[in-house]
């Protein structure tokens, strides 16, 4: 199994940027089929931000966030980015990667099988 380790969270303005990195151990990317972004806040489920899929040339994004984050990653370092941009203070939240051998229904986060420990982003108004 993969061990995901997210970085590049902070406290940012309104409007700021910020990008976020997910570094995998253990296993490749290329073992999984569907990588994705997801965030938290308190008393809320696990919402889906973004997903990337070099199998089937898949990129999306949950509404909330498009035009604003792109999803990437580098294969020879075997990460995996978020980049945010315009940021505002509803996205606010602990932020975290995932790795899934599935694609079908990847906005659900109980379709991936390795996670993150996360990684706080603060926005200010």
């Known amino acids: 199994q993969v061990q995901l380790a997210e970085s590049g969270g902070g406290l940012v303005q309104a409007g700021g940027s910020l990008r976020l990195s997910c570094a995998a151990s253990g296993r490749t990317f290329s073992y999984y089929d569907m990588m994705g972004w997801f965030r938290q806040t308190p008393g809320k489920e696990r919402e889906f931000v973004a997903a990337?899929?070099?199998?089937?040339?898949?990129?999306d994004y949950a509404d909330s966030v498009k035009g604003r984050f792109t999803i990437s990653r580098d294969n020879a370092r075997n990460t995996l980015y978020l980049q945010m941009n315009s940021l505002k203070p509803e996205d606010t939240a602990v932020y975290y990667c995932?790795?899934?051998?599935?694609?079908?229904?990847?906005?659900?986060?109980?379709?991936?099988?390795?996670w993150g420990q996360g990684t706080q982003v603060t926005v200010s108004s």
């Open positions: 995932a790795a899934s051998r599935v694609r079908t229904d990847y906005k659900e986060s109980k379709r991936y099988d390795s």
């Open positions: 990337f899929s070099w199998v089937v040339r898949l990129t």
